[in-house]
């Protein structure tokens, strides 16, 4: 006879160490390939962070090293330099009115350099135009530039300009002007006595009648009385320099390298050498005989 006995089907098999009962819904050792995925997503992501901050410190590190290199930055310090950033070696502005005895013949040597362009250097010492001065003629045929010769040492002179044949240096307040000499006295204000430089004897001084000096003051030039010192000595001496017209001499400041006098809006002043037709002919002066 048959056996009717039911078959039930076993009981679940647990874990006879913890207990529990397995999971048979789902594959086997699904458990671990999600462990696994996400911890090969988390090493994913710390090389990525590690490789983004190891390039960032690659760039920052030549422009760290740019920003704190001495030799990246130029000898006049950083940035942009303005042109009238002041120079050691450069032609004084009018409010450092300095003697020539604190300059450095370095200083005086750059200054002349300074004063022209490189087409052309400022008129260099001409043995010619300090020999010519010995003999000179009266009127319109002008005289020679002299030097410091002493036959012109006491000459009484009066200084034309070129560009402006019937204008003549002349005293006018306490400043030297270009201006016409029409009446006596005009003629007597325009006529100076010629002297060996106070600073250097080669070059020129100029006296007025009543004894003043011709000397550069904050660059413009003027008549005052002397009061010893050595920087009114400099600024009253003025030395010949050859000019492209025939005849006349242009006048150099023996502590100012590179500066001659020249008439600007018929005033004389010390003006910086300028490689110009107008710089030159304003530059170029005659020394003729005396008007008074």
Request: contains cysteine.
């Amino acid at each position: 006879m048959p056996d009717n006995t039911s078959q039930h089907p076993p009981p679940h098999p647990t874990s006879w160490e913890n207990g529990w009962t397995p999971d048979s819904s789902r594959a086997p050792g699904t458990r671990r390939l999600w462990l696994a995925g996400a911890l090969a997503l988390t090493t994913i992501a710390v090389c990525a962070t590690a490789i983004v901050i190891t390039d960032k410190q690659s760039d920052d590190t030549p422009r760290t090293k740019a920003a704190t290199d001495p030799s990246s930055i130029g000898a006049e310090g950083p940035g942009l330099l303005s042109f009238a950033s002041p120079s050691k070696t450069g032609t004084p502005t009018p409010g450092a009115h300095t003697p020539a005895a604190k300059k450095s013949p370095s200083a005086s040597a750059t200054a002349a350099e300074q004063g022209s362009t490189p087409s052309a250097k400022a008129p260099a010492p001409s043995k010619s135009a300090s020999s010519q001065g010995g003999s000179s003629s009266s009127g319109s045929g002008g005289s020679s530039g002299s030097g410091g010769s002493s036959s012109s040492s006491s000459a009484w002179k009066s200084v034309r300009s070129v560009n402006y044949p019937d204008r003549y240096w002349q005293v006018s307040g306490d400043y030297v002007k270009l201006n016409p000499a029409g009446s006596t006295a005009a003629r007597r204000a325009s006529t100076f006595k010629v002297v060996k430089g106070l600073a250097k004897s080669s070059c020129y001084s100029f006296t007025t009648a009543d004894g003043s000096y011709l000397r550069h003051r904050n660059f413009i030039l003027r008549a005052e009385r002397n009061d010893g010192s050595s920087l009114f000595k400099q600024d009253a001496t003025f030395c010949p320099r050859t000019s492209s017209y025939s005849g006349a001499v242009m006048l150099e400041s023996v502590n100012y390298p590179g500066r001659y006098l020249r008439h600007q809006n018929f005033q004389l002043k010390l003006d910086q050498y300028q490689n110009s037709s107008l710089y030159r002919a304003d530059s170029a002066f005659r020394l003729v005989a005396g008007l008074s």
